[in-house]
């Protein structure tokens, strides 16, 4: 056997291998990127996890609304490992939504959206997993998967003219049932593979133009390889975050779960408080904040949907809140704003809660609408006063 | 001079001192009210107790269940709960080697009659059960345990622990809370006063007193002793990997930091030349990367 030695050159001239060398292998990467830069990585690591899981779980699950709890019961009680696939699917999808979470709040702290089709695929990636995220919940048809599918499908109807219709369309019955359960595994399994292609695409659009990194600058005059700085790296998160994924599911891998979802979905009895996963509790909170049934949708949407607008945003020469103390105590009192609709989401909608809720949706909408616009001009006075002190 | 003045970016947005400590007051003060105002809302509708933890011996990361309690638990429920409750995910094979061993599973087995083949004639037949049977369920269907139960259904326990809030807690407690109607309260005759269920009023009379069953192995069949070993049993059913979960996870909390050590400190091999380079900063050679040249005329590159 003789070696090949023309393998580099071939990795530039062959259009598949020099594609790939160009996103993983010889990218040219800023070196100053921090950890927060390494969520890409982890997000793509927790769409495989779901992937290999999810298609592992779909061979025994049953969508059939009497069966499928009891074949999730089968799944975690007789498969051989069974539980640890389900636990794995259930917890990284948690994961999958924090790191999503974190990877925009980095964008918005260190304002990278320039490359405008990076990030309205992003959006729409994030978009396409709540959708994922929200059918999967029913899937296993337990009481809070029936009532979150119920109340959920149900806000359509505050659409005029056309809602109840469109309710049914989407339940294909005359409540959420067997049909209902039926498409949403199909769309459950549907919508990976789309997210899987925007994901690609997301790539390819991240790499054709210019890395971002923290200071918000130009980047030409320093650049190193992916390959071995930033593999490295990324391994070595991915690794840690393998460990907690681990950790959770092999230590409390119920943390994140309804005790109501332990119980078989019973059109009958309501829940006394019907609450999505964690990771729509944001969301969710703001829905209840508007009185108002059509209102409370439309704000739930433009919550979301906001983030495409913040491309309409000037671009700024200084870019990263490291050096924009305005922006930087916006996105901080944002994550804050988002913590604290996270935990008002979990409450019960009562007396203090719910002007409360209303407060804090005031201020997540203030902030994208009003602060972080006005914070380019603010923070250009203080720049400029600051110059001319120092240079005069 | 200048570089002696401009030590970063940072200062071109200096703010007034007062700036971030008043920010940092408002917001402070923000989140305290908020987070006040949710702690000091009572809500008096009814006497409900949260049940308060309890230090289960299996409730550790690294504890397996008391395969003891979890065998007197099985009698309990066996020969109390059995009579209103399923237990409808658990097979007599699951007991083996849990409580129970293989020869004494098929004991418990043979003791229930289940449906057989049909006969040659068509007939239904009964056979002994075998281990790959499930446990019996008390009613035929939820009709009959409901007008068996004065209109309340029994659930099933499979999942009850974790089905609940407080899980074992609140189980061991519900089983042991009964208490009397305060006064100016009453239930009627079918309902039982419990101080833990919410509604306080529950369809399952208090059903441990003591010695309800005897137990094999000696132990003294107390009301909480008898609550204690149930609860554990019914944590088991509610999943039965449990013990397994948790040697994965040791084995696991071992091998993988190892793993990661290694990768990090390949990280850290492949990164060291990279880290201990020194950036001289020469304004002569370029100009244009200057800061005075950067704020004049903006980043040099569009």
Known sequence: MTLNTRWIPERKQHFILNFLSKIFTDLPTPPNINYYWNLGSLLGFCLIIQLITGILLAMHYCPEITNSFDSITHIERNISSGHILRNLHTNSASLFFLCVYLHISRNIYHNT????????????IY?????TGFVGYVLPW??????AATVITNLFSAIPYIGNSIVLWIWGSFSVSNPTLNRFYSLHYLFPFILTSLTIIHIIALHSENHSNPTGSQSEIDKLPFHQYFTTK?????????II???????????????????????LITPTHIQPEWYFLFAYSILRSIPNKLGGILALISSITILYLILLLKQEHIKSSNHRPN???????LSITFILLTWIGSVPAESPYTILSLIITAWYFTSFIILIPLHSNTEKRIINKNIINNYQ | MLRSKVKSIRNLTKYPRWYGLGVLAVGVGGVGACLLSGAFTLSASDILMKAPPLPWSHSGYYTAFDHASVRRGYQVYKQVCAACHSLQYIHYRNLVDVSHTEEEAKQEAAEILVAGDLDEEGNPTQRPGKLYDKLPAPYANDNVARSANNGALPPDLSYIVLARKRNEDYIFHLLTGYADPPAGDSVDDEMAYNLYFPGNKLAMPQQLFTNSVEYDDGTEATVSQMAKDVTVFLRWAAEPAHDDRKRIGFKGMIIMPLLWLVAFYMMKHKWSVMKSRKLAFLP????KYTFAGYARKGPPIS
């Open chain 1, 113 to 124: 959206w320039k490359n405008q089709v990076t990030w309205t695929i992003g959006i729409t």
């Open chain 1, 127 to 131: 978009i396409t997993m709540i959708i």
């Open chain 1, 142 to 147: 337990g009481q809070m998967s029936f009532w």
């Open chain 1, 234 to 242: 990324d391994l070595q998160t991915t690794i840690l975050l393998s």
């Open chain 1, 245 to 267: 994924i681990f950790f959770i599911i092999t230590h409390t891998p119920h943390t994140f779960s309804d005790p109501e979802n332990f119980i078989k979905a019973n059109p």
């Open chain 1, 327 to 333: 922006l930087k105590l916006t996105t901080w009192s």
């Open chain 2, 284 to 287: 002569a050679v370029r100009k």
